[in-house]
């Protein structure tokens, strides 16, 4: 199983990226799919899924609710992470991560994705 992060990147305070993340080896459309993070000294935390079967999103992280949005396309084996109104303590390397269906992806995972950087500078 190969999870391949991108669209990583510097963007100013305020702005907009959209995270990929590209699964292979797997059956995508079985697993809960989604997104973790890990600022500088700081340990990683569960920023949201998008379950394997209807769609839904889920976050934890209550500054992320209503700035960004997880997605999932199973015919192209990608989930996305769109991330709006970027803020400097958004700052981190984030990771995409797989779960299995019966469990939740906060608490289970499976396989990680390499991480990707994102950087809001102020």
């Known amino acids: 199983v190969q999870l391949q992060a991108s669209g990583g990147g510097l963007v100013q305070a305020g702005g907009s990226l959209r995270l990929s993340c590209a699964a292979s080896g797997l059956t995508f459309s079985y697993y809960h799919m989604g997104w973790f993070r890990q600022a500088p000294g700081k340990e990683r935390e569960f920023v949201g899924a998008v379950t394997w079967s209807s769609g839904n999103t889920c976050y934890v992280d209550s500054s992320a609710k209503g700035r960004f949005t997880i997605s999932r396309d199973n015919a192209k084996n990608t989930v996305y992470l769109q991330m709006n109104s970027l803020k400097p303590e958004d700052t981190a390397v984030y990771y995409c991560?797989?779960?299995?269906?019966?469990?939740?992806?906060?608490?289970?995972?499976?396989?990680w994705g390499q991480g990707t950087q994102v950087t809001v500078s102020s």
């Open positions: 991560a797989v779960g299995p269906s019966g469990r939740s992806l906060a608490a289970v995972q499976l396989y």
